[in-house]
């Protein structure tokens, strides 16, 4: 088992992790609902811009587990979006092995890393419903605000 850096050769990864995301409660969105809507495919399309980074959790060539960081303009928000200055965070076990602990794995590990740089915040969108909440709030987020069906969430790491 490796964790690794994703680079922009690994979009087309994250763009299955996108629509994994998009899809967390059934298949609701194809592969073309991602690309044609910009509020989507910003979030692997111009990956790593700036000072976005992400981590992938690897053993062999199969990569398990994706997470990553992207800074999104004030024109271009996110769905977690809080300000330009704070990155959002999307993450994605694939589905053969989630619920082994993997994605809390690689959220610690991505949120040490982000320390490390000198970030000091993270944002995330959760959908009502998604147990994802859960590894969020076990890793320090916390509920700063509603946008439609979902919780916007913070993580200061200051
Ligand atoms: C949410 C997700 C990243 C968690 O990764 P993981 O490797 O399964 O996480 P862990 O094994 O470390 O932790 C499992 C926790 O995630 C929750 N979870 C949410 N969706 C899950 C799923 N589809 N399968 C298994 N666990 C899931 C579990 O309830 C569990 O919480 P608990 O320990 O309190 O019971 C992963 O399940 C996933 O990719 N889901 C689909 C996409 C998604 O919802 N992404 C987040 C969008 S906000």
Excluded: C, K
Excluded at 26 to 39: C, L, R, V, Y
Excluded at 89 to 106: E, M, N, P, V, Y
């Amino acid at each position: 088992m490796t964790i690794r850096l994703l680079s922009s050769s690994d979009r087309p990864l994250l763009r299955e992790a996108t629509l994994a995301n998009m899809n967390w409660d059934g298949p609701s969105f194809t592969f073309d609902d991602i690309d044609a809507a910009q509020e989507l495919s910003h979030y692997f399309t111009s990956f790593p811009s700036g000072s976005d980074f992400g981590l992938a959790h690897q053993d062999g060539d199969v990569v398990r587990a994706v997470a990553w960081l992207v800074f999104l303009p004030d024109e271009d928000p996110g769905y977690g979006f809080v300000d330009a200055d704070t990155p959002e965070l999307s993450i994605t076990t694939f589905t053969d092995f989630r619920g082994h602990g993997i994605g809390s794995a690689l959220l610690a590990e991505l949120i040490h890393q982000a320390r490390h740089r000198g970030l000091t915040d993270i944002s995330l969108s959760v959908e009502d419903g998604n147990g994802a909440r859960r590894i969020y709030e076990r890793a320090g987020f916390n509920v700063v605000g509603r946008n439609g069906s979902s919780d916007t969430m913070l993580l200061s790491l200051r």
